[in-house]
């Protein structure tokens, strides 16, 4: 017994460095590694040095903004997948562009810290702590906020504008989950969501309409 005793807290510690290790990107060994496509993602090889060209470090595709007719809003996610220079270095960035009124929904990032930098427009952004406080004010151009890992967040352009955000993450695959689309467009049983939020099964069935994937 006393074995176990003199034990747990040693048990508790190596736990924790497991946690710590787990929750967050590895850290590069050497000085980047640009994949080879033609290998498979699950084993990644990286190029040889003397094949690595500057254009692999360079990325043009968020030059033009995103698309917002539809629905008011676009995001351009940039992560080693399109631009291989960001591979292993542990940061992925996106840009977000919003038509007058267009809205980001409310949303999280389960593995990464989002600074988000008002690049054009009047963006009413904040985020919501775990004990439901809301932290959100009018961005300007050209000032920062920074939302937290996994805390749900929301932005929406409130000028007569066009607005543009440039959001970095501190993950190479910061993840990315739309509360609308993960409660309504998901699999949950009907019930359950009636249940929740005091639906009634018409209003619940155009909700799951609006969300549920297409196709």
Do not use: W
């Not at 590895?26 to 033609?38: H, V």
């Not at 440039?166 to 989950?177: A, D, K, T, Y």
Request: charged share 15%.
């Amino acid at each position: 017994m006393s074995l176990k005793l003199k034990m747990s807290p040693l048990l508790v510690l190596f736990l924790l460095q497991i946690y710590t290790v787990s929750a967050s990107d590895s850290d590069p060994l050497q000085d980047f590694c640009i994949p080879q496509p033609e290998f498979s993602p699950l084993f990644v090889s990286c190029k040889n040095s003397s094949l690595v060209t500057v254009e692999d470090f360079v990325f043009s595709g968020i030059k033009a903004p995103g698309d917002t007719k539809n629905t008011g809003f676009s995001s351009i996610p940039v992560s080693a997948s399109v631009f291989p220079g960001l591979n292993t270095l542990g940061v992925s960035f996106v840009r977000a562009d919003f038509a007058p009124g267009g809205v980001n929904v409310p949303h999280y990032h389960p593995r990464a810290t989002e600074v988000a930098f008002v690049l054009e427009g009047r963006v009413y952004s904040g985020f919501v702590d775990s004990q439901n406080l809301v932290f959100a004010r009018v961005l300007e151009k050209g000032e920062v906020m920074v939302f937290p890992r996994g805390l749900l967040h929301f932005q929406m352009n409130i000028g007569d504008s066009h607005a543009t955000i440039i959001g970095s993450f501190n993950s190479q695959n910061p993840g990315l989950v739309r509360i609308p689309s993960a409660v309504f467009g998901s699999s949950i049983r009907d019930e359950v969501l009636e249940k929740a939020f005091g639906l009634n099964g018409k209003d619940l069935a155009n909700l799951r309409k609006k969300f549920l994937p297409k196709g």
